[in-house]
């Protein structure tokens, strides 16, 4: 049982949160972001009393869409909150005379997308797998510890329930449901470890950079993807990492700083043009992590679903192809490679760009074939794409 006062919490936060949404649609602010500024202001909730806010309003989030024809009418976040507590949540699922994309909780125009990508059957098993709560992965510093070290310590301490990734040489799963606040650990604060889900970790490894070699990572970002190639140059070489938002830069360079790697330097949209002629065709690697719908993210942002159309598939689709006209000119012309990738699972923003992306800069994937990951029952990753493309000779 729910304590009403929470009940009153989530209902209130979903209000504002659904508010939101339909007076700023696709540029409604993120679902985590508004939760963390309704938990400063409401200090009343304790720290049990947040988890169990979260993760409801999460769950709501998630299965909104079954939830909306499931539930008592007329609807309501109490009424939807109830709901997930009876049979009927789990029994109405197999309901055939309601609708598959209600079934598996995904807005008609985002399943239809899915369908198209991966056929019906598999868009419903994305769509319930995204429905799942996320798992919690570090991508562990090997500048500052090994993985075996830190999974180590933290056994010895028993500290928390966690398990080596499979597939990531350098990732740790935690393997319970507790909300973990990994950012106010020592090790954390030393620079030992950073929050990666191991798809991303996997993305970023595709960029095999070697001694010496200049990396641009063109769409850095917070510097997720460079904080965990840039160990590969072992403090040789250079990493730029440049995006449009300057301030995003300030927060890669502190956690530069914090994992102890000094070979990088950081680029404003003005600064890169300013030094373009000096850098034009000049990097080994060059790395385009483009702006997408982040479909594959969705357990970890659950709102995103109801932010997407085609028209914003478009709009990312159109800027993916100018981010990637406007990074290509640095990439070395015989030797240099250009690395494509996303969060999103669909076809128009991965395979459907790279095959228009060779044909147009006569391009080829090199490094084997495209990577992708697609979360489903057995893949507890988010969904990823990456390929590696250089020029043909
Ligand atoms: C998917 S995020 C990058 C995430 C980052 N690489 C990481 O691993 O943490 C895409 C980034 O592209 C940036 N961006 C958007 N338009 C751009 C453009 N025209 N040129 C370069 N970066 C752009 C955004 O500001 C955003 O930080």
Request: glycine share 4%; charged share 30%; proline share 4%.
């Amino acid at each position: 049982m729910i304590k009403k006062f929470i009940k009153g919490h989530i209902s209130k936060f979903l209000n504002l949160w659904q508010q939101e949404l339909e007076l700023k649609k696709e540029q409604a602010n993120p679902i985590d972001s508004m939760l963390r500024n309704y938990l400063k202001e409401n200090k009343a909730l304790g720290s049990n009393d947040r988890k169990l806010f979260t993760d409801n309003v999460y769950k709501l989030v998630r299965h909104k869409v079954y939830l909306d024809t499931i539930s008592p009418k007329p609807l309501s976040w109490e009424g939807r909150l109830d709901t997930i507590y009876t049979e009927k949540f789990a029994t109405q699922r197999k309901n055939t005379s309601i609708l598959p994309h209600v079934r598996a909780s995904c807005p008609k125009e985002l399943f239809d997308v899915l369908c198209d990508s991966f056929g019906e059957e598999k868009a419903i098993e994305i769509c319930m797998a995204q429905n799942l709560r996320a798992p919690l992965t570090v991508r562990v510093n090997p500048i500052k510890i090994s993985r075996e070290e830190l999974i180590q310590k933290w056994r010895d301490a028993n500290k928390f329930a966690i398990k080596p990734t499979e597939f990531s040489p350098y990732g740790i799963t935690f393997t319970t449901d507790k909300n973990e606040n990994l950012y106010e650990l020592p090790e954390f604060k030393r620079g030992y470890f950073e929050i990666q889900d191991e798809a991303s970790q996997l993305a970023a490894f595709k960029v095999k950079c070697q001694i010496g070699d200049h990396v641009l990572d063109y769409c850095a970002g917070a510097g997720g993807k460079s904080l965990a190639f840039a160990p590969y140059l072992r403090g040789t070489g250079q990493i730029y990492l440049h995006d449009t938002r300057d301030y995003i830069l300030l927060e890669a360079k502190k956690r530069f700083n914090k994992a102890g790697i000094q070979n990088v330097q950081f680029q404003t949209q003005e600064s890169l043009n300013n030094n373009k002629n000096k850098l034009l065709k000049k990097f080994d690697w060059v790395v385009c992590d483009v702006p997408c719908t982040g479909t594959g993210t969705l357990r970890r942002n659950p709102d995103l679903k109801y932010k997407f159309s085609r028209n914003r598939l478009k709009y990312f689709v159109d800027l993916q192809a100018s981010v990637f006209k406007e990074a290509l000119p640095f990439v070395k012309p015989k030797t240099g490679k250009i690395v494509y990738s996303t969060c999103s699972l669909l076809q128009e923003e991965n395979i459907f760009q790279i095959t228009k992306f060779c044909k147009e800069f006569n391009l080829e994937i090199v490094d084997g074939k495209h990577f992708q990951t697609i979360p489903s029952k057995d893949v507890e990753m988010d969904g990823f794409f990456c390929a590696v493309l250089q020029f043909k000779n």
